[in-house]
């Protein structure tokens, strides 16, 4: 079986977000660069599916230079190669869903791994795009995920709880935290990756849907108050407030 | 025209879809276009409310092969709806099935695509969406450069007003062959209370909970005064029974009520980035150093198992919640 992770990188959630001077992106001055989270545990599944049953697992970004640290970790971590597609990686999810099913088309991978959603884009779309234009199955924030032979089934959550899903392989399938738990690189694992070549192509020149086209901060929250007294005076004070000032009751 | 896809419930409209059709409408009526409410399933019945919240046109797909939602069959029954239809904007709630299905749509229909937006407004004839981005710490505006433009709106975040529409009902074919993917089963959870990305009203615990049993007090709280209850990572992580779905923040749930009651919880950057949409937030914390004050528009600087059986007692004497 032959499994296609897609890994994004994207800032650390602690970066502190400063608009670069077009007006519409992020000031990369400051940005700590890490693999999504969610990433990680699409990764960690493919691993323990080749653990489990064998497989071969290719790690994919689209990004630049600085995303080869994302493919270095998942080889670090057991991906067999590397691939890094040069291009913007942090725009339209459309247009990387584009880049990606370029490559992928042809290369008969059986399961698609993705997170749910890039972590501070949050687009949440790549996956079920990619899975579109592959022609292939979907499943979408899933939690638990077992394969047949040309099967898969797929635990994913809904409000209120979560629903199994079946289909058929290939299929993309985007992960949600609970699905299983990441692993840390070994220094064996880290040694190892050290010898490989992360294979460098240029992404496929496409059509955005979508761009953004002006990035501004959050207005200041007016400054909140402190209710005064013992519990109940401010249990009293708050419950009067709601109802008087905020009128939510 | 404007086409929103909608979710039944009960034979009733899923709130998340009654506001993102009266979004529709509001954008209709600022550009001249006609409103189409697409439903699917088994059986559509209830599919007229939609005329309720503006709906021009009602298109119903009923068929048995579509009493299970399937990934592939919605999107293609949605991007042919759109083709038949000649419609130049497609939306959805962003509930677990329009994020699901609306990329994939969007894909099939060259698409440009935003999800989870907080704002959206029609410029030049064209969909504009404002979202946020960086855990809300930044507001993207997103602006189209395809044919077609889709999004998913945000529940609780935009008002589902009612005004009458034609509602004129159509019935639409059902997408052949072999689907992909299918739903075989749905577990529910037990309590089959509100979603909290639906909710009014959300009482969260974090680790200055303590304890999964003492979560008690803020199930109480939430009774009396008719909301849910949420829960930090930490609480969920701390192996006190809290399943995932009640964890709310990046790695969680996304919430925008109308308030928010986080008790015991510190305020960090990845809990902030689930809840600061919420309209009023309340903190109740025993140190008044937490980040959490910052945000919130009422400060509670207290016990939180003093403060909130408080709460509840005097939420019960005022009876707030039982209108
Ligand atoms: C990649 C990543 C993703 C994450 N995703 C999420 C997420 O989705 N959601 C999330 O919540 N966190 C998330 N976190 C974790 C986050 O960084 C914090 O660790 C977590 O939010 C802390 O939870 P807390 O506020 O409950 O606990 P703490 O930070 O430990 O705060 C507990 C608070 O309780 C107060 N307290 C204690 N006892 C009492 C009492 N008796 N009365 C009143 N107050 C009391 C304390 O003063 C303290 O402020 C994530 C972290 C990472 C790295
Ligand atoms: N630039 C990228 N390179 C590789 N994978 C990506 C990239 N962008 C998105 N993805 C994948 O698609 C998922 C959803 O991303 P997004 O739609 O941007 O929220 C991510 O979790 C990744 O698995």
Request: hydrophobic share 45%.
């Amino acid at each position: 079986m032959k499994i296609l992770v897609a890994l994004k990188q994207v800032p650390d959630t602690e970066t502190r977000i400063k608009v670069a001077a077009d007006g519409k992106s992020l000031d990369p001055a400051d940005v700590k660069w890490i693999t999504s989270p969610y990433d990680e545990y699409a990764l960690e599944e493919a691993i323990r599916i080749k653990e489990g049953k064998g497989a071969e697992v290719v790690a994919l970004s689209v990004g630049g230079d600085t995303a080869k640290e994302v493919l270095k970790n998942a080889l670090a971590l057991g991906a067999d190669t590397a691939v890094l597609l040069k291009g913007d990686g942090q725009g339209d999810a459309f247009a990387v869903a584009q880049m990606i099913a370029t490559y992928a088309k042809d290369k008969g991978f059986d399961l698609i791994l993705c997170g749910n959603k890039g972590l501070g884009g949050d687009n949440a779309a790549m996956g079920p795009m990619l899975a579109e234009l592959l022609g292939v199955a979907q499943a979408n924030v899933v939690v638990k995920l077992e394969l047949g032979e040309g099967t898969f089934k797929a635990e994913r959550e809904v409000e209120g709880g979560s629903e199994i899903v079946e289909g058929a392989l290939p299929a993309v399938i985007t992960a949600q935290k609970g699905l299983n738990e990441p692993r840390y690189a070994s220094l064996k694992g880290i040694m190892a990756a050290k010898k490989k070549t992360i294979e460098e192509l240029d992404a496929a020149a496409v059509t955005s849907g979508a761009h953004v086209s002006a990035l501004t901060l959050p207005p200041e929250r007016p400054a909140g108050r402190l209710l005064p007294g013992d519990a109940a005076g401010q249990a009293q004070a708050l419950l009067q407030a709601l109802k008087d000032e905020a009128k939510v009751f | 025209m404007i086409l929103v896809f909608c979710e039944l419930k009960d034979g009733q409209i899923r709130k998340p879809s009654a506001e993102a059709l009266s979004e529709g409408r509001r954008l209709a009526d600022a550009s001249g276009k006609k409103v189409g409410a697409l439903f699917a399933g088994a059986s559509c019945a209830g599919a007229a409310e939609a005329a309720k919240f503006g709906a021009d046109v009602i298109l119903t797909a009923e068929a048995p092969t579509l009493a299970s939602y399937s990934s592939d069959a919605f999107a293609t029954l949605l991007a042919e709806a759109v083709k038949a239809k000649g419609a130049s904007v497609l939306l959805a709630a962003a509930t677990a099935v329009g994020k699901d299905v609306i990329p994939r749509a969007a894909a099939r229909l060259g698409a440009g695509y935003a999800s989870d937006v907080t704002g959206l407004s029609m410029v030049d004839g064209k969909l504009q969406a404002v979202r946020p981005v960086y855990a809300g710490k930044a507001f993207a505006t997103t602006t189209f450069s395809s044919a077609v433009q889709t999004a998913t709106t945000r529940p609780n975040v935009f008002p589902a007003a009612e005004k009458a529409g034609a509602g004129t009902v159509e019935a639409l074919a059902a997408p052949a062959g072999d689907f992909k993917s299918v739903v075989k089963e749905i577990l529910a959870k037990a309590g089959g209370k509100v979603d909290l990305s639906e909710a009014n009203v959300i009482v969260s615990g974090g680790r200055g909970m303590k304890d999964g049993a003492n979560f008690k007090i803020l199930e109480e709280l939430a009774d009396a005064i008719g909301g849910v209850v949420g829960a930090s990572r930490a609480a969920v992580d701390a192996g006190w029974g809290l399943p995932h779905s009640m964890q709310v923040g990046q790695t969680g749930k996304v919430v925008s009520p109308t308030l928010y009651i986080a008790c015991g919880i510190s305020g960090a950057i990845q809990h902030i980035a689930g809840m600061s949409g919420s309209k009023f937030i309340v903190a109740i914390n025993k140190d008044p150093e937490a980040p959490i004050f910052k945000l919130a528009n009422y400060g509670i600087v207290g016990d939180l198992f003093e403060v909130v059986p408080e709460l509840t007692k005097a939420a019960k004497a005022m009876g707030i919640g039982s209108n």
